[in-house]
């Protein structure tokens, strides 16, 4: 078993970490994660990704930053960096891997933050080699968590971190605006929970899906002007709502499989009408 207790709770127990303790990691606690980010590099939509876990110099602290909020992290051990290539559904996969790699962290007993903006061109790029043909749509801060005071609540609120979309605005029944009953999600009541509480760019919560017999369809509700618009293109900006797909993903289908269902993922969308242009669809999990 690769986590050693509910993945629910770990779920629960995660939070973006911004300050930590300066203190390497025991050698042991090392191994466990290197080892772990090294077998952790196939996305279900067929995507390779490498991992590797970076030693925090001040260099890295200051490349920060430019990055609004996420400048403000203090005392990181490490980073992970992650490179994937360039492929129709790469991003959904590198979130989907990342997210189990800040789980399993958490399971540890470490701190994480997710952190996206513009590193293809950074020195985190530097770091981990990446080829022309990969990108880095974001890292991660680890380290051993400083007591939550103050400082985290405020960044809390600043970032809407406990502000979480209502259930029936995220999971619908045959079609958008019919919202499924929590009783009519049945086993699946708690996958859906998890990805309810999962975290996302700007907390933005993109992910809506659609049950329909036995396949639940996902679907990402675009925040307009994010991901695709003039700014982010000339600034090389990962498209971070796509990743947060691959997050809700990754959520779905953990706690789903530690609940004895099986299922697989499947690129098959269906006839349901979108309720607007921003609306996309991601992917469908055959249950």
Not at 65 to 80: D, E, N
Not at 164 to 170: A, D, F, K
Request: proline content about 4%; hydrophobic content about 40%; some cysteine.
């Amino acid at each position: 078993m690769v986590y050693s207790k509910s993945i629910a709770e770990i779920m629960r127990q995660r939070f973006s970490c911004r300050r930590y303790f300066e203190k390497p990691f025991e050698e042991e606690r090392r191994e466990r994660l290197v080892g772990f980010l090294s077998a952790n590099g196939s996305g279900p939509l067929g995507s390779s990704a490498r991992f590797h876990l970076f030693t925090a110099t001040d260099k890295d602290r200051d490349s920060l930053k430019g990055l609004g909020t996420y400048g403000v992290i203090r005392g990181a051990t490490g980073f992970i960096v992650g490179a994937v290539r360039h492929s129709k559904k790469n991003l959904e996969d590198y979130g989907y891997l990342m997210e189990r790699a800040i789980l399993f962290a958490t399971d540890m007993g470490l701190g994480t933050c997710w952190l996206g903006g513009t590193f293809t061109r950074s020195r985190f790029a530097k770091k981990i080699s990446a080829a022309s043909t990969e990108i880095i749509p974001a890292v991660a801060s680890i380290g051993y968590p400083a007591e939550r005071g103050r400082f985290e609540g405020t960044m809390r609120q600043l970032v809407g971190a406990d502000n979480r979309l209502p259930w029936g605005s995220l999971f619908f029944l045959k079609k958008f605006g019919n919202s499924l009953p929590p009783d009519e999600a049945e086993a699946y009541a708690e996958p859906l929970a998890m990805v309810r509480i999962g975290p996302s760019a700007s907390n933005k919560q993109p992910w809506r899906i659609v049950k329909d017999g036995n396949m639940w369809h996902f679907y990402m509700q675009r925040t307009k002007g994010y991901g695709n618009s003039l700014t982010f293109k000339l600034l090389r900006l990962a498209d971070l709502q796509r990743v947060d797909m691959g997050i809700a993903m990754s959520h779905f289908e953990l706690t789903a499989g530690e609940l004895g269902m099986k299922g697989t993922w499947a690129l098959q969308e269906p006839d349901i009408a979108k309720p607007d242009s921003l609306t996309e669809y991601t992917v469908s999990w055959v249950g």
